[in-house]
């Protein structure tokens, strides 16, 4: 995919940014200026292209499954860093 194709984007991605190309346009930018200024607010926002093949992970992939894993609660409080405690001697 060439430099500059906006293929990777989804319809409402490009509608966004056709959207904020027309508002800077009518604040006075050059319309390279405002395109240029669309696509980074679009990939500031979402992050680039979302569309499937734009290098993006899928989801329910391994990796996704590996990292929702869960830990049970005996766990989480073994993995606590506390003091520990002092037995009071009866008196």
């Known amino acids: 995919m060439p430099q500059g ?3 990777s984007y989804t319809s409402k991605q490009k ?12 604040r006075g930018r050059s319309t390279k200026a405002a395109e240029r200024i669309a696509w980074a607010t679009v990939n500031k926002q979402d992050g680039g292209g979302k569309k499937s093949g734009s290098g993006r992970a899928q989801r329910g ?31």
């Open 5 to 7: 194709d906006k293929g």
């Open 15 to 26: 509608r966004q940014a056709e959207h904020i190309e027309d508002s800077e346009k009518k």
């Open 61 to 91: 992939g391994r990796a996704s499954r590996t990292r929702t894993r869960q830990r049970s609660s005996s766990r989480k409080t073994s993995r606590r860093t506390t003091r520990p405690r002092t037995v009071r001697a009866r008196a």
